[in-house]
């Protein structure tokens, strides 16, 4: 059975009318901040992550075996290894290499410099890094890694990339760029409905129990139990909002009148989980997809069409 | 027209891996009877969270290139693993303590030490992985290279006992009658290490 013609141009209309490239600047800028702030924060155990040698958490030949099993192509830190190895670098020595580019490729995408080869870059040696480390690894690396899928095939440069304006490049296709916001946007509702329908599938997201233990559960206890107890009231309230925020983020995300709201709401709620548990790269990266996504069209600049 | 048309294909191909594998996950939840669902129902989710291993492949055997080429899109594009975060219930928090015996007979207490807090932050995905993790050999293994990470900064002692327990934090009712969290050894098991073994570079 064909689609009719008019649901064929509804659908063509929706994911290529068109629109301007502020929402990739923002993707590119804050996934390369977020690559920075990884390079950062990972430095001081970066050998210890990755080491074959004795001595690491775990090695990484026990992580890459339990995550390739059934998915051998899946990129890792060893084949940098081995084809260093080959040309007679240390072990140590390729992983500040691997370390080195990573973090170049951060700075790249935060300047706009070579932003096709950076964004391929830091994909690769993003997903190498969390799949050899997948044991240390939590949702913040899933989410950049999300990101940079999208921003590696996205239409680089953006026309506030470097790139654009000492090459003078001409800006890419609108049409392109309407289409890779409207997949990140549709990824977006997913990851949403999915993790406030399940939640909703829990009774202590109904009586504010989940809500508390993951603020006391350590090492997330940012805030001691002391205080949260004195906001025991709002726990039922909150608990029950986090569940309806997400589950109804794929309706409420798309009309103007509610846009604004959900979106907050959202970013909100990942700036408190980043304050009161700790965890700044997963608030980070969940408000640069955000934003990307949705967020960039609520600011109207120069009269630009948005969608 | 036509590139439009491919990309659309494309976009559909990988938003169903997606919505497939989020609902592989959420079926999985259902299934495990960890929801207020009925239990009668559970049957049913296997069936349907049985089925999505079909569609992903991972029913045919490890080497077999259409599973491979679909683990690797999954994990390429980021999209092997459900949003399930914290849901249907929080669970519990584990804790590995390393008990240090000298050859004098005295004992010293050390927690797993990390670099930065971030990195500390990572860590209970390597502790839910050993909870979760029922193949004893493999369990043994890893706790056996987080005690020798250990013993690398402490290397007079004799003996190293880790001991591995879930942190039960007391509910919003209990914390208020004043109770604390409390610790259920879950393993424990006792490594030596001989100093012949190379030091750390």
Avoid at chain 1, 147 to 159: A, I, K, N, Q, V
Avoid at chain 1, 229 to 234: A, F, M
Avoid at chain 2, 161 to 190: H, L, M, N, Q, W
């Amino acid at each position: 059975m064909k689609p009719s013609p008019r649901l064929w141009q509804q659908v063509h209309a929706w994911f290529f009318g068109g629109t301007s490239d502020r929402w990739l600047a923002a993707l590119r800028i804050g996934l390369g901040l977020q690559l920075v702030l990884y390079c950062i924060t990972s430095r001081a155990d970066w050998l210890q992550m990755f080491t074959l040698h004795p001595g690491s958490f775990v090695t990484r030949d026990l992580t890459e075996a339990l995550v390739t099993l059934g998915a051998a192509l899946v990129p890792r830190v060893s084949w940098f290894i081995s084809a260093g190895e080959f040309i007679g670098l240390s072990e140590a020595t390729i992983l500040w290499v691997v370390w080195s580019v990573l973090l170049a490729a951060g700075l790249c995408l935060v300047a706009g410099i070579f932003c096709r080869s950076a964004a391929i870059a830091a994909w690769f040696l993003h997903l190498s890094a969390i799949k050899s480390s997948a044991l240390l690894s939590y949702g913040v690396d899933n989410f950049t890694s999300i990101g940079l899928f999208y921003l590696m095939l996205s239409p680089l440069p953006d026309h506030l990339a470097l790139d654009s304006r000492w090459r003078k490049w001409p800006p890419k296709s609108a049409q392109l760029q309407s289409f890779w916001q409207r997949v990140l946007q549709l990824h977006l509702c997913v990851i949403y409905f999915f993790s406030g329908l399940t939640k909703l599938l829990g009774s202590g997201w109904w009586n504010g129990e989940s809500l508390w233990r993951a603020l006391t559960r350590p090492p997330f206890d940012m805030v001691s139990s002391e205080v949260l107890i004195h906001g025991k009231y709002l726990f039922i309230p909150l608990g029950l909002g986090i569940c309806l925020l997400e589950t109804s983020y794929p309706i409420f995300i798309w009309p103007r009148r509610t846009r604004l709201i959900w979106l907050v709401g959202i970013i909100a709620m990942h700036g408190a989980i980043a304050v009161l548990m700790g965890l700044y790269l997963f608030g980070l990266i969940m408000a640069v997809l955000n934003i990307a996504a949705f967020g960039i069209d609520l600011f109207r600049l120069h009269g630009k069409k948005v969608i | 027209m036509r590139f439009q048309r491919a990309y659309l294909i494309g976009f559909a191909l990988h938003f169903f891996l997606l919505v497939t594998v989020a609902s592989r996950d959420f079926f999985a939840v259902l299934a495990d009877g960890s929801s207020y669902l009925p239990a009668a129902l559970e049957p049913h989710w296997r069936v349907l969270e049985d089925a999505t291993f079909t569609v992903l492949g991972q029913k045919l055997p490890p080497n077999n290139p259409m599973r491979e080429t679909i683990a690797f899109y999954l994990h390429a594009a980021g999209i092997e693993a459900g949003y399930g975060y914290f849901a249907p219930n929080v669970p519990y928090s584990y804790k590995l303590v390393f008990q240090l015996t000298y050859p004098n007979g005295t004992t010293e207490y050390e927690l797993p030490t990390v670099g930065t807090p971030e990195t500390g932050m990572r860590l209970p995905t390597l502790l839910d992985f050993i909870a979760a993790n029922r193949y004893e050999p493999l369990r043994q293994l890893i706790l056996k290279m987080l005690a020798y990470s250990v013993w690398q900064h402490h290397r007079d002692a004799l003996k190293i006992r880790a001991v591995f327990g879930a942190v039960i934090t007391p509910s919003i009712a209990g914390y208020k009658r004043g109770d604390e969290p409390t610790y259920a050894v879950v393993c424990a098991y006792d490594f030596g290490f001989t100093k012949t073994e190379p030091p750390r570079p």
